[in-house]
């Protein structure tokens, strides 16, 4: 089958999808996972089964064009009016999620994943090092659907979104750390201090200069751009940010972070922001999304989740858990009020959206060649869990906060 038809059958099945999840009340992204489990190969024969094998290009432009969208709410002037206490919360709930998900998967990986020859060195710890670090994103879109809907408004629906905010981006950070660290063990280097600690730092530290160096240089572009069409906008967007992934990519630095730096810049030192950002949301987001999650849908591996949706229930719980306690700490130390101690938590459970391009993004990694289609359905099959149960978790904190009228 010609591949630019599965194309056209992946974005009309996945909009259709989309649309159909909305009608009781469920995030479309749900519906678009949904659409990419119906044309799965492992469950029909009716897309070829190697087409997902040739999909790369179109899961790094969408990456580049969602973390660019995520530096985008980084705005310096918003993460100052919402105080420490987002900050305290962000911090605390996010590593407190990273690490409850990994002592779990620690604890129970020897029990539940059998390879070959497998060792804690080159098997157990990578795959702990890098599901705990995909513990922290959140998927604000469902909470956001809700407070849309419900017409919720107080200082937990702003805590949420503003912690939401960031959780991306502290993400990011940690699975470049994560990665570099887990493939340290996979190639059998051990520990160092270069690979350890050095390694990461380079990466992480080239790509937020090269997404500062993109960034102005965008910037740069706008101020000389006289007629500011749409289509001019957008032409440059595209330019420029496929130019800074390729670019992070040759060089060897993180090519997300590279990415969601430049969006940081644009934000923070673009006059023309909103315009830049609004254009995205309009024009470009839907579509990028509609590809993305559908084709995540079609990575799904029903061998392996067979036998591993114990591990997607670990990952599940063990990750609420990490959220939960670490709100309560947050916002304890930042001494925040009794409502958002306990309520804020619940609209941080949905999980989608970058999460699953972090996970995808192993399989361009020849070091997690064993371990990636674990990650990958583990990471998957949560977020189905996630999209399903966010948005009635996020109703009821918002009713017990006191944010939604219902009369």
């Given at each position: 089958?010609?591949?630019?038809?599965?194309?056209?059958?992946?974005?009309?099945?996945?909009?259709?999808?989309?649309?159909?999840?909305?009608?009781?009340?469920?995030?479309?992204?749900?519906?678009?996972?949904?659409?990419?489990?119906?044309?799965?190969?492992?469950?029909?024969?009716?897309?070829?089964?190697?087409?997902?094998?040739?999909?790369?290009?179109?899961?790094?432009?969408?990456?580049?064009?969602?973390?660019?969208?995520?530096?985008?709410?980084?705005?310096?002037?918003?993460?100052?009016?919402?105080?420490?206490?987002?900050?305290?919360?962000?911090?605390?709930?996010?590593?407190?999620?990273?690490?409850?998900?990994?002592?779990?998967?620690?604890?129970?990986?020897?029990?539940?994943?059998?390879?070959?020859?497998?060792?804690?060195?080159?098997?157990?710890?990578?795959?702990?090092?890098?599901?705990?670090?995909?513990?922290?994103?959140?998927?604000?879109?469902?909470?956001?659907?809700?407070?849309?809907?419900?017409?919720?408004?107080?200082?937990?629906?702003?805590?949420?979104?503003?912690?939401?905010?960031?959780?991306?981006?502290?993400?990011?950070?940690?699975?470049?750390?994560?990665?570099?660290?887990?493939?340290?063990?996979?190639?059998?280097?051990?520990?160092?201090?270069?690979?350890?600690?050095?390694?990461?730092?380079?990466?992480?530290?080239?790509?937020?200069?090269?997404?500062?160096?993109?960034?102005?240089?965008?910037?740069?572009?706008?101020?000389?751009?006289?007629?500011?069409?749409?289509?001019?906008?957008?032409?440059?967007?595209?330019?420029?940010?496929?130019?800074?992934?390729?670019?992070?990519?040759?060089?060897?630095?993180?090519?997300?972070?590279?990415?969601?730096?430049?969006?940081?810049?644009?934000?923070?030192?673009?006059?023309?922001?909103?315009?830049?950002?609004?254009?995205?949301?309009?024009?470009?987001?839907?579509?990028?999304?509609?590809?993305?999650?559908?084709?995540?849908?079609?990575?799904?591996?029903?061998?392996?989740?067979s036998t591993s949706y114990i591990l997607v229930l670990f990952f599940v719980v063990s990750r609420a858990i990490g959220k939960i306690s670490g709100t309560i700490v947050g916002a304890s130390i930042s001494k925040s009020s009794t409502t958002i101690k306990k309520y804020t938590a619940s609209g941080l459970i949905p999980?989608?959206?970058?999460?699953?391009?972090?996970?995808?993004?192993?399989k361009q990694n020849h070091a997690f060649d064993t371990i990636s289609d674990v990650i990958i359905t583990i990471i998957i099959g949560a977020t189905i869990i996630h999209e399903l149960i966010g948005p009635i978790l996020a109703k009821t904190a918002l009713e017990k906060a006191g944010e939604i009228n219902n009369k």
């Amino acid at each position: 089958m010609q591949f630019i038809l599965i194309l056209g059958i992946i974005i009309i099945t996945g909009f259709v999808f989309g649309k159909i999840v909305t009608k009781i009340k469920l995030p479309k992204v749900t519906g678009y996972i949904l659409a990419g489990i119906l044309l799965n190969p492992d469950l029909f024969n009716f897309i070829p089964e190697n087409f997902i094998d040739h999909t790369s290009l179109i899961t790094n432009i969408s990456l580049s064009i969602i973390t660019f969208s995520v530096g985008g709410t980084l705005l310096y002037s918003r993460i100052k009016k919402l105080g420490k206490g987002i900050i305290f919360i962000t911090l605390f709930e996010a590593e407190f999620a990273l690490l409850s998900v990994f002592t779990c998967f620690f604890v129970i990986t020897p029990f539940f994943i059998h390879f070959p020859d497998a060792t804690w060195s080159t098997i157990f710890i990578p795959i702990s090092l890098i599901i705990g670090s995909l513990a922290l994103p959140t998927d604000p879109s469902a909470t956001l659907a809700v407070m849309h809907e419900y017409k919720a408004k107080g200082d937990v629906s702003s805590t949420i979104m503003g912690v939401a905010a960031f959780d991306d981006a502290l993400g990011i950070i940690n699975y470049s750390l994560a990665i570099t660290i887990a493939g340290a063990f996979a190639f059998h280097e051990g520990f160092s201090l270069y690979s350890s600690i050095l390694t990461p730092l380079t990466m992480i530290g080239g790509a937020i200069m090269l997404g500062i160096i993109f960034g102005f240089i965008f910037n740069k572009i706008t101020l000389i751009i006289t007629k500011d069409t749409d289509g001019t906008f957008i032409v440059c967007i595209f330019g420029l940010l496929l130019l800074c992934f390729g670019i992070a990519t040759l060089i060897g630095v993180d090519e997300l972070l590279a990415t969601m730096t430049m969006g940081v810049i644009v934000v923070n030192y673009n006059l023309k922001r909103n315009k830049i950002f609004k254009l995205l949301e309009q024009y470009i987001e839907e579509l990028i999304f509609v590809l993305f999650f559908t084709l995540s849908g079609m990575h799904l591996n029903f061998s392996i989740l067979s036998t591993s949706y114990i591990l997607v229930l670990f990952f599940v719980v063990s990750r609420a858990i990490g959220k939960i306690s670490g709100t309560i700490v947050g916002a304890s130390i930042s001494k925040s009020s009794t409502t958002i101690k306990k309520y804020t938590a619940s609209g941080l459970i949905p999980q989608g959206g970058i999460v699953i391009g972090l996970a995808l993004m192993l399989k361009q990694n020849h070091a997690f060649d064993t371990i990636s289609d674990v990650i990958i359905t583990i990471i998957i099959g949560a977020t189905i869990i996630h999209e399903l149960i966010g948005p009635i978790l996020a109703k009821t904190a918002l009713e017990k906060a006191g944010e939604i009228n219902n009369k």
